[in-house]
């Protein structure tokens, strides 16, 4: 990635799962990497090869989104990319799920990825350059049982980063979404009482909740949605804009 000398990349989420694979995905390529997380951020940029930060953040704070950014820039120089991975899963029916619960989905999972892109876009178009990339998830496009609230901030961060990336195509500034499914992290084992039996679940589908399988037979790993976030972002995506890209092994049988 030719852009990436010199230029910084602020990943939210950065602490664990995918957004730790972004992170260590991104800091191998030559980017400088601003690890912003609640928890584990500052441990996750150590690990990180060449010039990194953590900054324990609450994304659902815009004051706090916009002292990391600032600080990411002070540190670390101008912020050429933003990868907004943070998120939170917290599964229930529609009838059984509390007004917490549905806020929390929205806080982090909509308004996380606002305050983010809204923070480091302001800097951006000063320089008429920059990419971002939303981490969303293909239940933003399929219905799931038990997941209304996560699919629906899910959906919401799809089209704010699109009506994004629509405002700032004028300044040179792409902004694209890559839409995982089934994923081995932490998040989604929470989901799985039996790790194995789970996977076998997703890979096979489940007719009784209305779940399509994975047609190429397997769970995605971080690194998967990595590379594919590391290509939207790079030169070799130039002419992108305003897409979702799905890495779910066809799980959404997307037309």
């Not at 320089?127 to 969303?136: E, S």
């Not at 609230?149 to 040179?172: D, I």
Request: net charge negative.
């Amino acid at each position: 990635m030719a852009e990436a000398q010199a230029t910084t990349a602020v990943v939210t989420g950065g602490g664990r799962g995918i957004g730790a694979a972004v992170a260590r995905t991104l800091a191998a390529a030559g980017f400088r990497i601003a690890v912003l997380d609640r928890t584990g951020a500052e441990e996750a940029a150590s690990a990180l090869p060449g010039p990194a930060i953590g900054c324990a953040t609450d994304v659902s704070d815009p004051a706090a989104v916009e002292a990391a950014v600032a600080r990411a820039e002070d540190e670390l120089g101008p912020i050429g990319a933003l990868v907004s991975t943070a998120g939170v899963l917290r599964p229930g029916g529609v009838l059984e799920l509390s007004d917490d619960d549905w806020a929390a989905h929205f806080a982090v999972n909509a308004t996380g990825v606002m305050n983010a892109g809204r923070a480091v876009a302001r800097r951006m178009v000063a320089r008429r350059a920059g990419a971002i990339v939303t981490v969303a998830s293909n239940a933003a496009r399929v219905p799931r049982t038990r997941l209304a609230a996560y699919a629906a901030s899910k959906a919401a961060a799809v089209q704010f980063t699109k009506c994004l990336g629509l405002e700032l195509a004028e300044h040179g500034i792409r902004c694209n979404v890559v839409s995982p499914g089934s994923t081995d992290t932490a998040m989604q084992r929470d989901l799985w009482a039996d790790p194995e039996a789970g996977a076998r679940a997703a890979v096979d589908g489940d007719p009784g909740s209305y779940r399509t399988g994975i047609p190429l037979g397997r769970v995605a790993d971080p690194q998967d949605v990595a590379d594919a976030v590391a290509f939207l972002l790079s030169d070799r995506a130039r002419h992108i804009t305003m897409h979702d890209l799905y890495v779910d092994g066809g799980a959404s049988l997307r037309g």
